[in-house]
Structures are given as structure tokens and as C-alpha cells.
């Protein structure tokens, strides 16, 4: 190809407007690679809404199929995250046409037929821009740790629900209060629930458990609890247990299945971890041969998320300059794809939090109910009563059992007439 390689992007949203930034505004090491590119079409939603960068209004369309049909354009830029995006990226695929996408809910329900059509038409499918922002967490599982066999991931992918816990444990201010403040700061979206849900970590989980384990893992079948229970007292008791809690992705061997779940959980307050906060991201992978790696950084925003994106054109068009096949044969899998394993089969440790009578009896009751489940007590933490009446928390630490063994416990606990309310239950990594 003699011309330059044109560009097609549908959107223009803030973190499009980034990635026009930088291709304008090249940095000195994309300007020693010598791109040779150029914008040729631009799907947007409202051809009068004003813009944040400048782009010739002739390239302007609010049909993306536009982009998608234009023969001066090769390669697809993806950045709306709408529903509809599944179906452009496809067209743009079966047209053989390469494609770079921060879209991580379109890859973890669509990554089998994405990525087989775009090996069947030789073209790549390119997508660091959908997990962790700037972090080239997706790039270091692809070739970095190629010859590592990876034992566990530990994440902590969502920046919203990272804010709203570091703001509590900071003590300023209760879950409702500090879900507000990241809304008003820009953390948090008018419609939370993607991220305080867990789904939004669950969705980015599947893509790196398709890279690191080579799971046909979905986004929806990933086991999922958000933080929208988590309270002041849980922070405090974990403090003084020795542990923050974070909202956790975790993805690991599981003997020939993958384990993949995200839920709050206690991680050791030494741990990097634990020490991951405000709306940063950070992800802890263990391999075969080089042990322990961190990657850390923000993992959102509009200009580290539109470093990712143009990562990836720069790294595609060299290749295709260079003549080279596609990097889309990795993300292929086989008969040799790992299952998911069942979270009831997961062995954890456990916090309990529970509001009990304050009688003779009681902790025995309880060390009974869960001996009966082969939960054996680490260790216990009671608080003094209350002024205002006869009742008083009780904290029990576990040591490790089986998800499905603390389930049939806490329905039997909440059976006991001397526990007032449901029994908070927390999961702990020691990491």
C-alpha cells in the first residue's frame, strides 16, 4: 500500500477526541515510527454538536456504517461502547478491514465470533484500550509473559468503586455519601450501576482470563457482587483486623478450570493492593517463571485510555507495513479451553460480621453451626453492648472453607433466634 492508511472512527467522545490529539500532536517515539496514517471518515451522533478538537467537517457522518463502507478507510476505530457496536465492528471484519476498540462489554459476550471472523478474514481485531485505561496490562499477558504458564490474577479494575472505598476508609463519609461525591468529582457515571455492581470489573476479568488462561469465559457467567452493601463498620473491623477492603477481581488456576470472580473482599493492608486508591488501578500477576508482577496506573480517563488505542494502531500498522500476519491466532481457542469452575467450590477465608444477644451460650451456638459445615473459627472479636440495648457485634474470622459450606451456614445462622438481622459475610485473600 502506497497511500497512507486510512482511518475511520466512530465517535468522537472524549476519549475519540484524545486519540485526534495525540495523531495530530504525535509524541517524538510515533514520530520515529514514521505513521503513516490518515483520518478519513468520522461517525458521529449530533453533526452540530460542538467539538473539543478540530476535524474537517466534510469527514463528519451520523451513519457509522459510513465509516465502515468507505473504501478509503482500512482500519476501524470503535470508542461509542454502544450496543450496536458488536454489529458495526462485525461489518467492518467480514469487509476485512482491521479494527481497534476500547469496547470491553462487546468483547466479553462477542470475543468467540469477533475474533474468528477477524482470523478467518485475516485481519486483526486490536483492544489494550479495554481494560485499565493507559495500563498495557493486555499487551504484557499477549508477549511480554508469553513463556510464563500465569497461576493467578489479582486486580483491582474499576476506578469508580476504587474512589468510593478509599473515600470510606479515609472516613469521609458513608457508601450513599461518598457515591454522591464521586458523581459530583466525575468518577462515577449518573447511572452507577455497571460499576458498583461488579459488572463492569467482571466484563474487563473475562477478556484478561481469555488472554491468561485461555477461557471461553463470558462476562455474565463470571460470579459477581457489588460494593453496594459494603459500610463503615466492615471498613473499621477490617482495619482492625489488619485488611482494607477493595472491590477485587481475582482470576485463577483451578486445577483444569478457571476460577474468575469479582466481589469486595479483605486484602492485607501492607499489600500493594491494599494501597491502590482514589480512581487508580492496579493488577497482580503471577507467572510461572518470573513470580509476581504489578502493573499500576490510571485506569480510566481520557487521555490514558486514547494512549491505549493509539498503542494499538501503531503497533498494527507497522506490523502491516512490515508485511506481517496478524497477532489474532492467540486469541483462538480450542477444545483445549479451560471451563469455569463453580464459586461453590471456591475455598476462601471468611469474615462475619453478626449482631447478636448478649447471653450466656451464644458463641457456641454459633462455633456449632458452622462445625456442623466443617468451618473451623480463626478468630473472634466482640465488642462491648451498647447503651442502647442488649445486643452486641460479633466478629468471626474462618479459616479456609468452601463457598458452598459458608452459604448452608450463614441460612442457618440467620435461623438463630439469638442473631438479630442477616450475617454480613466478607471473603479474604491473604494475596
Not at 457509522?64 to 450496543?83: H, K, N, W, Y
Not at 482470563?209 to 457482587?225: M, N
Amino acid at each position: 500500500m502506497d497511500r497512507p492508511v486510512g482511518i475511520g472512527l466512530i465517535g468522537l467522545g472524549n476519549v475519540a477526541s484524545g486519540v485526534v490529539r495525540l495523531l495530530g500532536d504525535a509524541p517524538a517515539a510515533v514520530r520515529r515510527r514514521r505513521l503513516d496514517v490518515a483520518l478519513q471518515r468520522v461517525a458521529v451522533r449530533d453533526l452540530q454538536r460542538p467539538r473539543t478538537v478540530a476535524v474537517d467537517p466534510g469527514l463528519l457522518t451520523d451513519q457509522a456504517m459510513a465509516v465502515v463502507d468507505d473504501p478509503r478507510v482500512d482500519l476501524v476505530i470503535e470508542l461509542t461502547g454502544a450496543p450496536e457496536a458488536v454489529e458495526w465492528v462485525r461489518a467492518a471484519l467480514a469487509r476485512g478491514k482491521d479494527v481497534v476498540t476500547a469496547n470491553k462489554a462487546m468483547l466479553a459476550e462477542h470475543g468467540d465470533e469477533l475474533f474468528g471472523l477477524a482470523l478467518d478474514r485475516g485481519v486483526d481485531l486490536m483492544f489494550e484500550a479495554s481494560v485499565a485505561g493507559g495500563i498495557p496490562i493486555i499487551r504484557s499477558l499477549r508477549a511480554g509473559l508469553v513463556a510464563n504458564r500465569v497461576e493467578s490474577l489479582y486486580g483491582i479494575l474499576n476506578g469508580t468503586t476504587n474512589y468510593i472505598l478509599t473515600q470510606m476508609t479515609r472516613g469521609a463519609g458513608d457508601y450513599p455519601a461518598m457515591l454522591r461525591l464521586a458523581q459530583e468529582k466525575g468518577f462515577a457515571e449518573p447511572d452507577p450501576t455497571m460499576d458498583v455492581s461488579g459488572r463492569d470489573a467482571a466484563q474487563k476479568l473475562c477478556i484478561l482470563s481469555r488472554i491468561a488462561f485461555h477461557s471461553r469465559v463470558t462476562g455474565s457467567q463470571i460470579f459477581c457482587e457489588g460494593i453496594e452493601q459494603v459500610d463503615a463498620g466492615d471498613i473499621q473491623y477490617a482495619r482492625e483486623l489488619g485488611y482494607a477492603v477493595k472491590l477485587l477481581a481475582v482470576a485463577k488456576l483451578a486445577g483444569d478450570r478457571v476460577q474468575a470472580r469479582v466481589h469486595p473482599a479483605m486484602v492485607p493492608a501492607d499489600s500493594l493492593l491494599a494501597n491502590t486508591n482514589d480512581e487508580f488501578n492496579a493488577i497482580e500477576v503471577v507467572g510461572s517463571s518470573v513470580g509476581n508482577q504489578v502493573f499500576y496506573g490510571r485506569g480510566a480517563g481520557q487521555m490514558p485510555t486514547a494512549s491505549a488505542v493509539v498503542a494499538d494502531l501503531v503497533e498494527l500498522v507497522q506490523r502491516k507495513r512490515a508485511g506481517g500476519g496478524t497477532a489474532i491466532g492467540d486469541m483462538i481457542l480450542g477444545e483445549g479451553a479451560l471451563e469455569l469452575a463453580d464459586i461453590a467450590e471456591c475455598e476462601l477465608r471468611y469474615y462475619l460480621r453478626l449482631r447478636v444477644l448478649d447471653c450466656p451460650g451464644v458463641l457456641e451456638k454459633i462455633a456449632h453451626v458452622l462445625a456442623v459445615e466443617r468451618i473451623s473459627i480463626a478468630s473472634v472479636l466482640q465488642k462491648q453492648r451498647d447503651l442502647q440495648g442488649g445486643s452486641v457485634p460479633l466478629i468471626i474470622v474462618t479459616h479456609e472453607a468452601r463457598e458452598r459450606q459458608m452459604k448452608r451456614a450463614l441460612a442457618a445462622l440467620n435461623d438463630l433466634r439469638e442473631v438479630e438481622g442477616a450475617p454480613r459475610v466478607m471473603r479474604i485473600e491473604d494475596l
